[in-house]
């Protein structure tokens, strides 16, 4: 079975706090798109407002899709580059693809291995205390965000499952403190994505983007603030636990999000 | 057999079923709210779900969610535990409806059993001594007068609809009993609805004696012998221990043949235990039936050598009972420590936090059930217990000095715990002697077990 494991997630909690910081410092790049000369610049200004309202949210979600920490596009004297928050880019991609339900978990090992290709390897075992491997994903970034996660002790630690840690402290105030809003799993059952759950679409807090489906009754997902649709971390028809991680909904600006 | 069982409770009984589960070859899914997320059953699970937040009403009590998470895993199962969601009727006739087994009574055994009151008078119809009580409800003083005096003074004035003490009175004397019944009807009007009252004899000083039964979906029934829960402050067990020693081997023989015999003829299926009072003279009369797994049955899985969980699931998947009656041979004494996050000093009030260090003892005949490990946070949202101390001996002696030895050795730092009565409690003499009875604790106070320990 596959392992779904997140180091940051899997750390004490005092490490987790500590980490985020770090995860979270590099995320101002993401937005930046930077002018090559001087002389450009007052051609460029036009130009900017058109980007970021048409280009950057499709290539957000293009980058949420793909396993990549970065993501590069040039265009006549363009350049546009997009990178992950450290941290929040090996987990979200890894979540949106990888996650095929409720899922084993054991004991984690060699925790920020450097793996090939995407984030996550790993075995589930029926003893539960399989190997689960988590490699950090292309990027400097996000090796990086791996790496930092390294202190998480063997044997019994506290085992995350499935997601982070939104639990302790209620949803709000956890999405509030860690990265990106993410609209979770109201109920235990089959999520299925709303037509708002698509990369690009503008969001309300409150906006339904999906329903799981707990035995024939739809609960509805819903956007925890405004902002912008990203992407289903999940598939439609996905077995989903309380609380896991649906929909990434990017907010207004960065400062906002936090 | 089953495939895959979903685990619908916590702490320690979610990791001792998860082990019968793997002793059996079964799959197990751990079912969990978000204050269990770091809990040693999820970690050690096959699977593990969230199926709901902290508040138990919206995960351990929640049908749906529970449900839910058993059709999206793929469970044919349900194992409710204890607590919670582990006697309901209705929940188990929704697992049924979901083409899903419940690992327990049937839907409708347990509605047979669901009422206290008709329990025991259908048990009573089959042959097990009840509580002399007033035939039927009493319709004026004149009634009340004649029943009592029928049954014999003291006696005890009880609502039909009653719970929790309310509008109960012990009376001695026609006088008082002709004036508790106007106090007691109003009480029970106000706090139920319902004025109805009827008469039963008041036991001095009992013991608490219960029989461990099962049977299986042909109608093949043994039991397991008996335990004795006498030791408990305001109606909460805390040390439970088998044989009992308030029964000669004769009369706790002839409980237990008794006890077999009713559930088998009235249709009971699965394991179950029958709660029986036991006065002064070691006459029992039948209270009430279990319809699950209990906290103590550790105490009988020592004596007997039978693992009841795993014999539980077995009798829910359709299986004949493996053993005949000759086949239980119950062996030596065994006794088991309730250790729960309470604070003896301060009237038991419940406690949470960190478990810092954790050492479960051990030696010949210690076994120590237990969800903590270093580092675990105990959630406040849940009941107190952190593990059960079993200590077996060939004898009552040789049990109570390593069961005393266990609970020296046992660490747990962090937290507040009831260690200390326990301690207290088995160096105090009439524990000793076997002489506890269900009223000592709260009567002469813990405090006192306490203080006299302290000085001895």
Known sequence: MPQEREPDRDAPRADREAAR???????????????DREAARAAAHAGIGQLLDSLVPSLIAKLATLNVGELEVTEGDWHVRLRRPAGAGPDLGRRATDRTGPRAHGSHEGVGAPGPGRGITGSGTGSGTGSGTVSGAASGAASGASASSNGTPPGLAPVGPGRPDEGEAGHAAALAATRDPIATSPAVGIFQPGPTAVAGTRVKAGDRVGVVDMLGIPQDVVAPTDGIVIGVIVEGGTAVEYGQDLVHIEAPTATEAR | MFTKILIANRGEIALRILRACRTLGVEAVVAYSEADRDSLAVQLADEAICIGPSDARRSYLSVPAIISAAVVTGCDAIHPGYGFL??????????????????????????????????????????????????????????ALVEAERIGYPVLIKPSAGGGGKGMRMVRTPRELESAIKVCRSEAKSAFGDDSLYL???LDDTRHVEVQVAVDRYGKGIHLGERDCSVQRRHQKIIEEGPTPALTPAARADLCDRAIAAVVAAGYENIGTLEFLVDAEGDPYFIEINCRIQVEH?????????????????????????????DVQPRGHAIEFRINAEDPEHDFRPGAGVVERYHAPGGP???????????????????????????????????????????????????????????????????????????LLDRVGSAAFLAAAARS
């Open chain 1, 21 to 35: 910081p770090d995860r979270d410092a590099p995320r101002a790049d993401r937005e930046a798109a930077r002018p």
């Open chain 2, 86 to 143: 582990s006697e309901d009727e209705t929940f188990a006739e929704v697992v049924r409806a979901h083409d899903l087994t419940f690992i327990g009574p049937p839907p409708e055994v347990l509605d047979r059993f669901a009422s206290k009151e008709g329990t025991r008078r259908l048990l009573g119809e089959y042959g097990l001594p009840t509580i002399p009580g007033s035939v039927g409800m009493i319709r004026d003083d004149e009634h």
């Open chain 2, 200 to 202: 039963e004899k008041w």
């Open chain 2, 298 to 326: 550790g105490v009988t899985e020592m004596l007997t050598g039978i693992d009841l969980v795993a014999m539980q699931i077995k009798i829910a998947a359709g299986e004949p009972l493996a053993y005949d009656q000759a």
């Open chain 2, 365 to 439: 005949g210690i076994r120590m059930d237990s969800h903590l490990f270093p580092g675990y946070e105990v959630p406040p949202f849940y009941d107190s217990l952190l593990g059960k101390l079993m200590a077996w001996g060939p004898d009552r002696a040789t049990a109570i000095e390593r069961g005393r030895a266990a609970l020296d050795e046992l660490v747990i730092d962090g937290i507040i715990t009831n260690v200390e009565i326990h301690k207290a409690l088995i160096a105090n003499e009439t524990f000793l002697e076997g002489r506890m009875t269900t009223n």
